[in-house]
């Protein structure tokens, strides 16, 4: 599926991509740049947040924090996080 993060705060940066792994508690999220060759990894995550009715995610990590975009879904995102909400 392909996403859009972008890091919360001061020196923020925005990455899209497509969405290897799906953001999980104790897990990192992994998010392929279009050239194929390059990812970009956060730190394990914390807490997953999602806004009611839409695709749109907070993620703590334990570093950062992130809003996660969803663009287009090949893969119910529900599902690949397992309910841990």
């Known amino acids: 599926m392909q996403v859009v993060l972008r890091k919360l705060g001061r020196g923020g940066r925005t990455v ?37 009715g839409g695709d749109v995610f907070y993620v703590e990590t334990m570093n950062s924090r992130y809003r996660l975009e969803v663009r287009t879904r090949e893969v119910a995102l529900d599902d690949a996080m397992g309910g841990a909400t």
Do not use: C, N, Q, W
């Not at 999220?29 to 997953?48: A, C, K, L, Q």
């Open 16 to 52: 899209t991509g497509r969405l290897v792994r799906a953001p999980r508690k104790g897990s990192v999220i992994v998010i392929e740049f279009s050239d194929g060759m390059h990812e970009y990894v956060t730190t394990p995550v914390r807490r997953v947040l999602k806004l009611a």
